[in-house]
């Protein structure tokens, strides 16, 4: 069996950020299958972050379009990052938002269980 290259390391140690990098890298080459990257391991190439790597199946294609969407209409997404970069905060909230969009009835149940007091969600906003 081939070994698999992880990439290259850009935060080396035991700090929280080497930790999540060396995950994120693993998850690139064994879980993605993803041979290429950028610059660093962690980081997907431009080709694989077009295509929505970036974000959860099977939502993908959702969440990509969700992303250009907010990117078209100014409203402060680094496009390159959140679909490159495999610990983007960005992309993180993406890949939560979106489903949950998705699925008003689950999204009223997830807050409520986080904050309580939350009955329905309407397109607006959440009723309280």
């Known amino acids: 069996m081939d070994e698999i290259d992880e990439g290259k390391v850009y935060t080396r140690g035991k700090s929280f950020r080497a930790i999540a990098e060396a995950r994120a890298r693993k998850y690139r080459a064994e879980k993605l299958c993803l041979k290429d ?3 660093y391991g962690h980081v ?4 694989d972050g077009e295509k ?3 974000f959860l199946l ?6 990509l379009r969700a992303v250009k969407e907010r990117q078209a209409i100014g409203k402060g997404v ?3 990052r959140t679909s490159k970069n495999l610990l983007s905060s960005q992309a993180m909230c993406f ?7 998705r ?16 009955d329905s969600y309407t397109k607006r906003r959440m009723q309280i």
């Not at 099977?58 to 969440?63: A, F, R, S, T």
């Open 58 to 63: 099977p939502l993908q294609e959702d969440i």
């Open 44 to 47: 997907l190439t431009v080709k």
């Open 95 to 101: 890949n939560l938002f979106v489903p949950l969009n």
């Open 78 to 80: 680094d496009f390159a």
């Open 52 to 54: 929505g790597k970036n």
């Open 103 to 118: 699925d008003k009835q689950l999204a009223a149940k997830l807050f409520n269980f986080l904050i309580g007091g939350i």
């Open 37 to 39: 990257y950028d610059l």
